[in-house]
């Protein structure tokens, strides 16, 4: 399967701290995606980052592509409460289909 | 703009009863168009996609099938719920770029429970 993963699965932080997640993936992509999903809502686009970029900067998010391991990282920074969500990545290659990952649950203690 | 609906939000159906969930898009034209499920905590799972007008893919044999009649709507069937199919179930519609696939567009969802 070419589905990512995410680690940790779960992650609780203060606000004001840096959040970061990881993604995995098992095979060639064309490009890899972060998306947000607030509890019981669907999943919002946040970042893409193709294959030949190997950094992405987004406000307070920042993306990190390293295909020679085949993995990826989210940073937030400076967390807000708001920030509370589930976040996946999503990795795709040049055919119709978006592999997600099983999610990180971030909390942010306000 | 582009919009993506999707309806009901919420059912709640016995076991062995039909199910239809519909999505539509509006403000593009032949989308890719794809059903997932999410069951509580957990990812998503692809169940089927569509690149055109009565193309459907499939991910996984079920009992659902999905359905494309119209160039910007997607329909998700069953002709009998089993407990196993309770889920949140999500429509998407895709860009693509020049380079390959870009990015999806998420309805809001319609959360099933069969009892």
């Known amino acids: 399967s070419q589905q990512g993963e995410e680690d940790p699965q779960a992650l609780s932080i203060q606000e004001g701290e840096n959040a970061t997640m990881n993604c995995s993936y098992k095979t060639s992509i064309n490009n890899l995606q972060w998306y947000r999903q607030n509890s019981g809502r669907g999943l919002v686009h946040l970042i893409l980052?193709?294959?030949?970029?190997r950094e992405k900067h987004s406000g307070r998010l920042r993306v990190t592509l390293d295909t020679s391991k085949k993995s990826s990282s989210l940073l937030i920074t400076a967390s807000r409460a708001a920030d509370t969500a589930s976040y996946f990545c999503a990795a795709t290659n040049t055919g119709n289909q978006f592999y997600f990952g099983t999610g990180t649950s971030l909390t942010v203690i306000p | 703009s582009q919009t993506i609906h999707q309806w009901p939000a919420t059912l709640v159906q016995p076991v062995g009863s039909p199910l239809s969930l519909e999505c539509t898009v509006e403000?593009?034209?032949?989308?890719?168009l794809y059903w997932y499920r999410q069951a509580a905590g957990r990812g998503l799972q692809l169940l089927f996609y569509?690149?055109?007008?009565?193309?459907i893919s499939s991910e996984v044999p079920q009992n659902l099938s999905a359905s494309r009649p119209q160039d910007r709507q997607f329909i998700l069937s069953s002709k009998k719920l089993l407990l196993s199919d309770s889920g949140f179930y999500l429509c998407a519609w895709m860009t693509r770029g020049l380079g390959g696939p870009d990015t999806q567009y998420f309805g809001p969802g319609t959360r099933l429970t069969v009892l």
């Open positions: 980052i193709r294959s030949n970029e």
């Open positions: 403000g593009t034209s032949n989308p890719n």
């Open positions: 569509s690149v055109g007008i009565g193309q």
